[in-house]
């Protein structure tokens, strides 16, 4: 397993951007499947987003689409999701997740290591 440590969350207005981390540590994170999940008050986690550990292939929930993007570097054993044309729909707590899946999964299940989750506060 690795460690996974997200950044970035904050408040901001609805149509802005933010770029969220999530930093890997204690092991070699290029094997691993990344993605982003997020949970909104009152709801249950949901999918945003997934990049497979060869870098070439992404997931997008529909609600994100066109407006998310995740990309990684593995130099920096950091993964990003940067978000765009925010709305107050995406205010939710943010989770990273990873594992040594071959493929890009959708389903929390599939991962096995979490991070602690960063804030994401989109003001109407």
């Known amino acids: 397993q690795v460690q996974l440590v997200e950044s970035g969350g904050g408040l901001v207005q609805a149509g802005g951007s933010l770029r969220l981390s999530c930093a890997a540590s204690?092991?070699?994170?290029?094997?691993?499947?990344a993605g982003w999940f997020r949970r909104a008050p009152g709801k249950e986690r949901e999918f945003v987003a997934a990049i497979i550990w060869t870098g070439d292939k992404s997931w997008y929930a529909d609600s994100v689409k066109g407006r998310f993007a995740i990309s990684r570097d593995d130099a920096k054993n950091t993964v990003y999701l940067q978000m765009n044309s925010l709305k107050p729909e995406d205010t939710a707590v943010y989770y990273c997740a990873a594992d040594r899946v071959p493929s890009v999964s959708t389903a929390e299940n599939a991962y096995d290591s979490w991070g602690q989750g960063t804030q994401v506060t989109v003001s109407s």
């Open positions: 204690g092991d070699t994170f290029s094997m691993y499947t």
